[in-house]
């Protein structure tokens, strides 16, 4: 089982960027999808991004144009870049194994956080 390592969160504020990493224990080349998703305090988790093996990307309404994601060439990585944040951004997120739209496959690991202060 491939494992997920989350990094890059931290505090921003409102109209700032950060960009988050999905370092696999392996590469992931062999896998339907990865995708990104948050959980905010008091809320479900949510899914916000998804590339897939052929590298098509889907994006929740929310989020759309605002963030993207993307994987280096190694299929070892996968990123978030989220600009334009808003306070309601703030969340844990998480990456996963993924299938369809809303699927994740696995164990969630512990996920980084994402403040953005008005």
């Known amino acids: 089982q491939v494992q997920l390592v989350e990094s890059g969160g931290g505090l921003v504020q409102a109209g700032g960027s950060l960009r988050l990493s999905c370092a696999a224990s392996r590469s992931t080349f062999s896998m339907d999808a990865i995708a990104w998703f948050r959980r905010a305090s008091g809320k479900q988790r949510e899914q916000v991004a998804r590339i897939t093996r052929d590298g098509t990307t889907n994006y929740a309404d929310s989020v759309k144009g605002r963030f993207t994601i993307s994987r280096d060439n190694a299929w070892r990585t996968v990123y978030l870049q989220m600009n334009s944040l808003k306070p309601e951004d703030t969340a844990v997120y998480y990456c996963?194994?993924?299938?369809?739209?809303?699927?994740?496959?696995?164990?969630w690991g512990q996920g980084t956080q994402v403040t953005v202060s008005s």
């Open positions: 996963s194994l993924a299938g369809n739209w809303g699927v994740a496959f696995g164990s």
